[in-house]
């Protein structure tokens, strides 16, 4: 699912039928200031409206992180910590 899809309808159309593929806008990362508050609401929101459903993310298309590699590194745990919190 791109960035603009409808999550609350792509979620309803797969269920677990499907690997819901989220793939989030990676601007999140180019801003000249890194909000992990903002990175964890927005996954948090994703996992929240696809419960029940077999999900993935996937972070693509990162053309600049402001010269900080430790973003992504952050932006990936926490997508771990939210992801555990709505794990069976």
């Known amino acids: 699912m791109s960035?603009?899809?409808?999550?609350?309808?792509?979620?309803e159309e797969l269920q677990s039928d499907f690997v819901f593929s989220h793939k989030p806008n990676p601007a999140i990362l180019a801003g000249s200031v890194w909000h992990p508050e903002l990175a964890r609401k927005r996954i948090r929101e994703v996992l929240e409206k696809t419960q029940g459903c077999i999900?993935?993310?996937?972070?693509?298309?990162?053309?600049?992180?402001?010269?900080?590699?430790?973003?992504?590194?952050?932006?990936?745990?926490i997508c771990?910590?939210?992801?555990?919190?709505?794990?069976?």
């Open 3 to 11: 960035p603009w899809a409808d999550v609350e309808k792509g979620a």
């Open 55 to 77: 999900v993935e993310i996937v972070l693509k298309d990162i053309s600049t992180f402001e010269y900080e590699p430790q973003r992504i590194w952050e932006w990936s745990r």
């Open 80 to 88: 771990s910590e939210e992801a555990e919190n709505f794990a069976p």
